[in-house]
């Protein structure tokens, strides 16, 4: 707790998240944006049924998701379980017009299309409802919540 305690007073700094949505929105048009940006992108862009967001993650977002990321890793690491860091690259399934960048993704055991386990982390409310998201492409859904 003291950890977190600690890291809650270092990140109170004025970093504020841009998040936007924007409505109607075709997978085309969504695909389109994704070729557009390619990888060089930092923004966040997600997709469902229509809407799209586009998010600029804060410092304390990337921040806590590297932390929980690191810690994941250390997990890995000490158990030898063998997984595969797949970042945050975009995952979708036009079938469902779902698409989405997680903020870190693992596929575990072997590398796979879709990854076995994402981190979202969230600092803002609004947009897109991830777990929607996620549970469109058929993953279970698991939540460690934090609050600091």
Request: glycine share 6%; with cysteine; net charge negative.
């Amino acid at each position: 707790m003291i950890l977190l305690n600690d890291l809650s007073e270092r990140l109170q700094i004025d970093d504020p998240e841009e998040r936007h949505t924007i409505s109607p929105v075709s997978w085309s048009q969504y695909e389109t944006l994704l070729s557009v940006l390619g990888d060089r992108s930092s923004y966040r862009i997600s997709y469902l049924d229509g809407v799209l967001e586009i998010v600029a993650p804060s410092r304390r977002h990337e921040s806590g998701k590297t932390r929980i990321g690191t810690l994941l890793e250390i997990y890995f690491l000490e158990t030898n379980t063998e997984y595969f860091p797949t970042g945050s690259t975009t995952f979708s399934k036009s079938e469902q017009s779902v698409g989405g960048e997680p903020d870190e993704s693992y596929c575990i055991g072997t590398d796979k299309e879709f990854p076995d386990l994402v981190i979202e982390v969230v600092v803002t409310s609004g947009g897109i409802n991830k777990l929607a998201l996620y549970s469109n492409v058929r993953w279970h859904i698991y939540i460690l919540q934090i609050e600091y």
